[in-house]
């Protein structure tokens, strides 16, 4: 059983960095996507950013694109998310996942999720 374990979140003003991490354990052999996902209060489920485990390879939602930055670790089977220049509008619980497919950006294509790092952006 593949497990995920999304850690790093916390508040901050607008402006800060942020990172938060995913680290992976059970066996990941048939993971070859791990993406971060958002959840604002009352709004769905938001895709932000994904990376390739065999090639590093990585895409974002339009809204953080310039900003966030997904990259990994393989000796610790980590994926981190660096997130600057937050906004107000960046608050969300995010969430970690991985899928078996190359690429995705649809969470119902996703397997194992983490329990998710609350993200709060005020002054």
């Known amino acids: 059983q593949v497990q995920l374990v999304d850690a790093g979140g916390g508040l901050v003003q607008p402006g800060d960095s942020l990172r938060v991490s995913c680290t992976a354990s059970?066996?990941?052999?048939?993971?070859?996507?791990v993406g971060w996902f958002r959840q604002a209060p009352g709004q769905g489920r938001e895709f932000v950013a994904a990376i390739s485990w065999l090639d590093s390879y990585t895409y974002y939602s339009d809204s953080v694109k310039s900003r966030f930055t997904i990259s990994r670790d393989n000796a610790k089977t980590t994926v981190y998310l660096q997130m600057n220049n937050l906004k107000p509008e960046d608050t969300a619980i995010y969430f970690c996942?991985?899928?078996?497919?190359?690429?995705?950006?649809?969470?119902?294509?996703?397997?194992?999720w983490g329990q998710g790092t609350q993200v709060t952006v005020s002054s």
């Open positions: 059970g066996g990941t052999f048939d993971l070859y996507t």
């Open positions: 996942a991985a899928s078996d497919l190359l690429r995705s950006t649809k969470y119902t294509e996703y397997d194992f």
